[in-house]
């Protein structure tokens, strides 16, 4: 399948106010297209990672479940940090992942959130735009990367999606000694303002050109971050990158990205 045409764009617009209803409705429908997707497909397919193993990550006074894909040979690894009302078992990271792992690169698919967490927030919705949280549970997983043996001293890579994003920016600024390089896609980099000025490492922000309220979002936060950037738009994507040919677009963007910065 060709790529669709894409743009860099390196500038800033003023951003206007934004219903957060519509943003927290398109990503429960994602966590349910989720569910009715992983119910239909043979879950070998989707999980189709050579090397790969499950693992229980100490954090939050209890754990969160990863899935961890080790190449036999890589000096870096990609940690997908999903949005709110998603998990590990997001068909779209999961595809970037795929194609991270089939260039070389280890993989670290994780759920945000220990199940009592979990349940809680789904009563609730208490942790959902609770960002600082969420940058501290990505530390405690780069933490347990860094001492663990066949992942210590890889050079670590951020995707975050949606609301992970701000948890990624967040993330990168507290342990930028590991992470070497950022990518958020449809993410919500405004949820960690005060964060991005202090970001060191190269970070790449991917939007769908139809999806305008999230782009925004995005040119403001790019004008902020003062280290390597770049803004790299989908045409005709909408926030979940469903339209044929998009999420591959996403997935070749972030490779050359991480290959450029990580390799």
Same mark, same amino acid.
């Given at each position: 399948?060709?790529?669709?045409?894409?743009?860099?764009?390196?500038?800033?617009?003023?951003?206007?106010?934004?219903d957060?209803?519509?943003?927290?409705?398109?990503?429960?429908l994602?966590?349910?297209?989720?569910?009715?997707?992983?119910?239909?497909?043979?879950?070998? #397919?989707?999980?189709?990672?050579? #090397?790969?193993?499950? !693992?229980?990550?100490?954090? /939050?006074?209890?754990?969160?479940?990863?899935?961890?894909?080790l190449?036999?040979?890589?000096?870096?690894?990609v940690?997908?940090?999903?949005? #709110?009302?998603?998990?590990?078992?997001s068909?779209?990271?999961? *595809?970037?992942?795929?194609?991270?792992?089939?260039?070389?690169?280890?993989?670290?698919? !994780?759920?945000?959130?220990?199940?009592?967490?979990?349940q809680?927030e789904?009563?609730t919705?208490?942790?959902?735009?609770?960002?600082?949280m969420?940058?501290?549970?990505?530390?405690?997983?780069?933490d347990?990367?860094?001492?663990?043996?066949?992942?210590?001293?890889?050079?670590i890579?951020?995707? /975050?999606?949606? $609301?992970?994003?701000?948890?990624?920016?967040?993330?990168? $600024?507290?342990?930028?000694?590991?992470?070497?390089?950022?990518?958020s896609?449809?993410?919500?980099?405004?949820? &960690?303002?005060?964060?991005?000025?202090?970001?060191?490492?190269p970070?790449?922000?991917?939007? /769908?050109?139809?999806?305008?309220?999230?782009?925004?979002?995005?040119q403001q936060?790019?004008?902020?971050?003062?280290? $390597?950037?770049?803004?790299?738009?989908?045409a005709?994507?909408?926030?979940? *990158?469903?339209e044929?040919? &998009?999420?591959e677009?996403?997935?070749?963007?972030?490779?050359?990205?991480?290959t450029?910065?990580l390799?």
């Open positions: 399948m060709g790529l669709r045409p894409f743009y860099l764009a390196l500038y800033s617009v003023p951003t206007n106010g934004v957060e209803q519509i943003l927290l409705e398109l990503e429960a994602e966590y349910e297209m989720e569910k009715l997707k992983m119910s239909k497909r043979d879950k070998s #397919n989707v999980l189709s990672i050579v #090397n790969k193993s499950h !693992v229980l990550i100490p954090a /939050g006074g209890s754990h969160v479940k990863g899935d961890l894909a190449p036999k040979v890589s000096t870096a690894l940690m997908f940090i999903h949005g #709110n009302g998603s998990s590990r078992l068909p779209r990271n999961q *595809f970037v992942a795929r194609t991270l792992f089939e260039s070389g690169f280890a993989t670290l698919l !994780v759920d945000l959130l220990t199940p009592e967490e979990d809680l789904r009563k919705g208490e942790i959902r735009f609770d960002s600082e969420l940058g501290d549970r990505v530390v405690e997983i780069i347990w990367l860094s001492v663990r043996p066949n992942t210590e001293g890889l050079k890579g951020l995707f /975050g999606a949606s $609301t992970g994003a701000a948890a990624a920016i967040l993330a990168a $600024t507290r342990r930028d000694k590991w992470v070497n390089a950022v990518v896609r449809g993410g919500r980099p405004d949820l &960690a303002l005060e964060a991005l000025p202090t970001l060191s490492s970070t790449l922000l991917i939007v /769908g050109g139809q999806d305008q309220q999230v782009a925004e979002f995005n936060a790019l004008a902020l971050i003062t280290c $390597t950037k770049a803004l790299a738009t989908v005709g994507a909408t926030h979940l *990158f469903e044929p040919g &998009a999420i677009e996403v997935a070749e963007l972030t490779k050359a990205w991480f450029k910065y390799k």
